[in-house]
């Protein structure tokens, strides 16, 4: 005889009260959650805000700050992470509409501390507009993280589901959000992922293992992990101890910086030298033409008597083109000749036909032998995309970019005399593809040129030397990085200063750089890694939506 089972109590029994609900932690709730479907069983709730919503915004200004606090100059490397745990707690429990505010003000924040260096010549203008785009793509990565957060627990109700899945989810749509914006729209603005503020961390090394967007991936997993582990204190059912969640937190930890660092192996040495002029080099500077070039032929004297195999000039080091100009061409032949017939690479700008390029020549022999031009010209900055549109909304600004310089297509490397140098100008450190071509390419060391003088005793330098640092670790390859004003420096393979120069001094560097042609992990790897961790992402936001929906 079959037994029908009657939710109904029977006359007499007691009922819980109209609208209560079991508390997590009762025998109710334990039974109701193990209770098969079909038996009635109360669906799990989305899971609940860890933070008000009013104090989940004052949390997303301190995490701004806190995110910043982390990259150069201030460098403390540990304070990125916790910002980004701020982040994820806020978001804890959000509906998208609560998420977008959270993310809007952190990313804001963080955004409006980071880069306030545009401020100096530019005004606020500009530098506001950069800073709301890019809060809009941090909100928009706030939502799709709250979206998993308020799913997760009907998706995955399992303890061990819920740790393995929940943070690889999140860290997969941070690391998502990061590579979208540094190529879209416009080529993007590829600055400031978390894996950039560990130039001096512990967890440098894994960058040549996992690359730029492994990095960031790691970094944020082990923080949703963290993250996650102390959610578990909720569950009465199949919670973890306090010291068994502080274990579990400690050990992903030391488990990421017990990968042994990538050997970075070299093949002899190159003798490298790199001239900073100090020169008043920036975008409304008034001065005479040629004074750049004369600027940087006088610090070369420093290298006088050194016996270089090659001499780097910054981006713009000559402010005259030695291609058109025979006064220049005499000036770098004097130069080469003065330093004992050495290649120079000189930074410069090129006008051919109705084009304009930021380039970079290799000029040896009393000629530009070989010429590079910048891949990634600086949009806003270096070319104005929808010219019109924006004209229309701040004529003055715009007016301001007098050119577009056009995208580079030639190759990435120069051969010098048997050397294959890497080279690139200026925001070509920041992007990936670019990098990534130039190791295929073979370079055994990276020339990295730039001029830093638009912003003055700003921490732009500083941030832009930290992801030299990082390539070259992420590459296994030295980099010269030698700007106009500083701060200049030849880094090792392994992520350590060689020589530099001290920002706003006029002078010269000079080493033994060592050479390298075995390719990192992350170099062979590419943007597979990439993604991989992304589609993680995405596809547990899909389950989370689709699955969270139908048990709900």
Not at 102 to 130: D, E, N
Not at 420 to 430: H, L, N, P, V
Request: net charge negative; proline share 6%.
């Amino acid at each position: 005889m079959t037994r029908v089972l009657d939710p109904t109590p029977p006359a007499g029994a007691p009922r819980p009260p109209s609208g209560s609900a079991a508390r997590p932690g009762d025998k109710r709730s334990r039974l109701l959650r193990r209770r098969p479907a079909g038996l009635g069983a109360v669906p799990v709730p989305p899971a609940a805000p860890i933070l008000p919503l009013w104090l989940a915004v004052l949390a997303a200004v301190g995490a701004g700050i806190t995110l910043d606090a982390g990259f150069p100059d201030k460098n403390l490397w540990p304070l990125t992470l916790l910002g980004v745990g701020i982040v994820l707690v806020a978001l804890v429990g959000r509906s998208w509409g609560g998420a977008l505010l959270v993310g809007l003000v952190g990313g804001a924040t963080f955004w409006g501390v980071h880069i306030i260096w545009l401020t100096l010549y530019l005004g606020l203008v500009p530098w506001l507009g950069l800073t709301l785009f890019e809060a809009v793509y941090f909100a928009l990565g706030a939502i799709l993280i709250a979206l998993v957060y308020r799913r997760a627990d009907r998706v995955w109700p399992g303890r061990w589901g819920r740790l393995g899945l929940v943070p690889i989810v999140i860290a997969g749509l941070w690391t998502l959000r990061e590579g979208i914006n540094a190529i879209f729209p416009y080529g993007g603005f590829s600055w400031a992922r978390v894996a950039m503020s560990q130039s001096d961390s512990p967890f440098t090394s894994l960058i040549a293992w996992v690359g730029m967007a492994g990095l960031s991936f790691l970094l944020v997993w082990l923080v949703a992990f963290t993250v996650q582990l102390c959610r578990e204190g909720r569950w009465a059912t199949d919670a973890l101890s306090r010291p068994a969640r502080v274990l579990a937190a400690v050990t992903a930890a030391v488990a990421l910086l017990a990968v042994p660092a990538w050997s970075a192996p070299t093949s002899g040495t190159s003798r490298i030298g790199g001239v900073q002029g100090d020169s008043d080099a920036g975008l409304f500077a008034v001065h005479e033409r040629g004074d750049i070039l004369n600027d940087h032929v006088s610090a070369s004297r420093f290298l006088e008597g050194q016996n270089p195999d090659l001499v780097v000039w910054p981006e713009n080091g000559s402010d005259i083109d030695p291609t058109t100009n025979s006064l220049a061409a005499g000036t770098l032949d004097a130069v080469s000749r003065e330093l004992g017939d050495v290649p120079l690479v000189v930074g410069t700008i090129q006008v051919r036909g109705d084009k304009v390029y930021n380039t970079s020549l290799l000029w040896q022999d009393g000629q530009a032998t070989d010429h590079y031009d910048k891949r990634h010209p600086v949009p806003f900055a270096e070319w104005m995309p929808n010219r019109a549109f924006f004209r229309s909304l701040a004529p003055e600004l715009v007016d301001l970019v007098t050119r577009d310089y056009e995208f580079g297509t030639t190759d990435l490397t120069f051969d010098i005399e048997g050397l294959r140098a890497g080279i690139s100008i200026c925001f070509d450190i920041t992007d990936d593809a670019v990098m990534r071509a130039m190791s295929d390419e073979g370079a055994q060391v990276v020339l990295a040129q730039t001029n830093n003088a638009d912003f003055g005793q700003t921490d732009e330098n500083l941030q832009q030397l930290a992801i030299a640092r990082l390539r070259a670790v992420e590459f296994g390859r030295s980099v010269v990085n030698i700007s106009t004003v500083g701060t200049s420096a030849i880094i090792g393979p392994d992520g350590q200063n060689i020589t530099t120069i001290p920002a706003y001094e006029a002078g010269a560097m000079i080493a033994d750089v060592p050479l390298a042609t075995v390719a990192t992990p992350a170099a062979v790897l590419g943007f597979q890694l990439e993604w991989l961790v992304g589609g993680l992402g995405l596809a547990g936001l899909v389950v989370a939506l689709w699955a969270g929906r139908r048990r709900a």
